[in-house]
């Protein structure tokens, strides 16, 4: 469970602390439907969650440093005991001050009417634009109010500050009791793709390997996946963001299957490629082998006080290398990685924070700068090649493959710690796992 009531409460004085006399308005997610009537499964706002563990659509969350009023107010629904009836229980305002610990609750249908008492202490409104239009109006609204009224009060909020900056930085940093949470995720996706590589075989439909892999998700105690999983055959393994998985699995395919775990509102996100038949052809292990290497550089440059930049820089050099290597690519390796020809074969980056998000909040560059590594921060290590098809200037035999081998790193006091390597990369322990189920 990676809610914890003190670890929030801790949470919301370090981000007081950050905005001074401000005050904090953070909105829930909203409730989506498909079809008209069917509800989608809720996910709450990660901000929200990770400062008050409060899980309910329909919510506002107040925080403050005013010493008159209170800290942590909640603006929740109330109980209604027809509606949850059909959709379960709600905590109402008792349960938000009894249970998620807020030194005030209200019904959310009175947030125009304790709002403006609750911000009017402040110097300015920390708040993220865009994400809900009637909430915008309503805090522009009251820095419209304050600005009218101040000639009598002479207070009030004078402007909004976004507070994506600041929450984001915390959030790039986890503390332990996240860290367990994200060591679990990635434990259940372990397991879940090992029983997925296990149980394939030549005939199967990528959606068969999808089904196993999400079974082991929900059998294992998670909510779901973190993210649309991607079951990419042949071919289909060259399409980044391949999801339709829908495609018999022929004898000799490599099986791209990138995929996570959603436990605890935390996302586990690993990739593996393997031969469904069981043995990687010449072709499939040449490339194999350059995005493994790839990996594990990437992988090593992962320590406190090294560029996030780096991780890309050392993945795309052997990239490259190997490319060159097989004749896919001609030139100078430098010329090479500075004109991003190689681009064609690898067009996306090689890491990406994650947490509460599959990609994570937390800038990647600061003044200018590649972001240093802490100890805490969680990111992927995903390097991949993807050979067109259809291009005429490369050996036909390695067209139409696409590989891609994705782990879960978290920098550490001392180097590194990789999360996901229950999932065996070695093409040796690889063919030796994959349909093994059925021998």
């Known amino acids: 469970m990676s809610f914890d009531l003190e670890v929030c409460r801790e949470r919301r004085a370090r981000l007081i602390a950050r905005v001074g006399e401000g005050v904090v308005i953070l909105n829930s997610a909203p409730e989506l439907t498909s079809g008209g009537d069917t509800e989608i499964p809720y996910r709450q706002d990660a901000d929200l969650y990770y400062l008050t563990g409060f899980q309910e659509p329909g919510t506002v969350a107040v925080l403050s440093n005013d010493e008159d009023g209170p800290g942590f107010t909640l603006f929740v629904r109330p109980r209604d005991p027809a509606r949850e009836a059909w959709s379960g229980p709600r905590a109402g305002v008792d349960g938000a001050v009894d249970e998620f610990g807020a030194d005030a609750a209200f019904p959310i249908d009175e947030l125009d009417q304790h709002l403006p008492d609750l911000v009017r202490p402040a110097d300015k409104i920390f708040y993220s634009l865009g994400l809900d239009a009637a909430m915008d109006d309503r805090v522009t609204g009251l820095i419209a109010a304050a600005r009218a009224a101040r000639p009598r009060t002479g207070q009030g909020p004078s402007g909004i500050e976004d507070l994506d900056p600041i929450l984001s930085a915390m959030r790039r940093t986890k503390d332990a009791v996240e860290l367990t949470s994200m060591r679990r995720s990635a434990e259940v996706a372990v397991a879940a793709h090992r029983a997925t590589m296990a149980a394939a075989r030549p005939g199967m439909g990528e959606w068969e390997l999808e089904a196993v892999l999400e079974y082991n998700f929900r059998a294992m105690g998670a909510t779901g996946p973190a993210f649309p999983s991607i079951v990419g055959a042949g071919e289909n393994a060259t399409v980044l963001h391949y999801t339709a998985n829908n495609r018999r699995i022929n004898d000799g395919d490599l099986v791209l299957v990138d995929a996570g775990a959603d436990l605890g509102m935390y996302c586990s ?171």
Not at 295 to 304: H, K, L, N, S
């Open 269 to 439: 996100d690993l990739t593996r490629t393997f031969p469904i038949s069981g043995r990687f052809s010449s072709a499939q292990r040449e490339l194999y082998a350059i995005v493994l290497a790839a990996e594990e550089a990437a992988i090593g440059v992962v320590q406190p006080g090294a560029a996030f930049a780096g991780i890309h820089q050392a993945a795309v050099r052997v990239l490259v290398e190997g490319l060159l290597t097989l004749g896919i690519l001609e030139g100078s390796l430098d010329e090479l990685i500075e004109s991003g020809d190689y681009r064609r074969y690898y067009p996306h980056r090689t890491s990406h924070w994650l947490g509460l998000n599959v990609h994570d909040v937390g800038m990647y560059r600061e003044g200018g700068e590649s972001v240093l590594l802490e100890p805490g921060m969680v990111l992927t290590v995903e390097p991949g090649l993807y050979i067109p098809a259809d291009a005429e200037d490369i050996d036909k035999e390695y067209l139409g493959i696409g590989i891609r081998i994705e782990d879960d790193v978290v920098v550490t006091a001392d180097g590194h710690e990789i999360l996901t390597r229950g999932v065996p990369v070695a093409v040796d322990e690889i063919e030796a796992l994959v349909g093994s189920v059925l021998r």
